[in-house]
């Protein structure tokens, strides 16, 4: 049977680490930056329009659509563009279809909700002590914790902000998800030999 497991995660809670970490376990597909390259070839388009209306660089709804007629004028002069709306239907058309072909994994992109409807979606957010998340970024991007701190706060706010606009639901709330973990108890393959065990459980439902 086929399944799909979507991630919701803050930053530096390790939700990519363990999406890589199920994806080899399964030997199934994490899309997570991927389906920008996707929707990208899909639609003909950019993937510059599509990376101004990610999750991760998302500014909120008005100033991203000035910031793709910015981009459409920048990339030939034409003063039509598309909104965010329209971007996100092209991206949610291929989470869809993605999800009719094989089991996978995504991360992020308001999956759960685009998905919604799909029978066996396993829907996970990651989260973790404050400290741990500031220390992985130090390390991963070799930046003062100041600025960890701060690359944190912003970037989970746009996060919650995209996910909010598209779903009308609250990023991070149980009452969204299956499971809420907090990764600085078990860290990341322990946090996965978990999720093992309940996917298991949930597949053979």
């Known amino acids: 049977m086929s399944f799909i497991i979507n991630i919701g995660r803050q930053l530096g809670s390790g939700g990519r680490s363990i999406a890589d970490i199920l994806a080899r376990h399964y030997g199934i597909t ?12 899909e639609s003909g ?36 563009y598309l909104s965010n709306d329209a971007l996100f239907k092209v991206q949610s058309d291929i989470i869809r279809n993605l999800a009719e072909k094989e089991s996978c994994i995504f991360i992020g992109r308001c999956a759960d909700y685009i998905l919604r ?3 066996h979606c396993i829907n996970l957010f990651f989260t973790a002590n404050l400290e741990d998340r500031v220390a992985r970024m130090t390390s991963e991007k070799n930046i003062t914790t100041e600025q960890a701190a701060e690359l944190i706060e912003k970037t989970d ?4 902000a995209y996910y909010n606009y598209y779903s009308g639901k609250t990023w991070g709330a149980a009452e969204c998800y299956d499971l809420c973990i907090n990764t600085s108890h078990l860290g990341f393959e322990g946090t996965a030999e978990m999720l093992k065990e309940y996917i298991e459980l949930r597949i053979r439902r």
């Open 117 to 119: 409807d799909h029978p």
């Open 30 to 41: 994490a899309y997570d930056r991927k389906l920008i390259e996707l929707a990208a070839k």
């Open 157 to 160: 706010r746009r996060r919650a």
């Open 45 to 80: 388009l950019s993937q510059e329009f599509f990376e101004n209306a990610d999750e991760k660089k998302w500014h909120g709804f008005f100033h991203s659509i000035f910031s793709n007629r910015a981009a459409a004028n920048a990339m030939g002069g034409n003063d039509s």
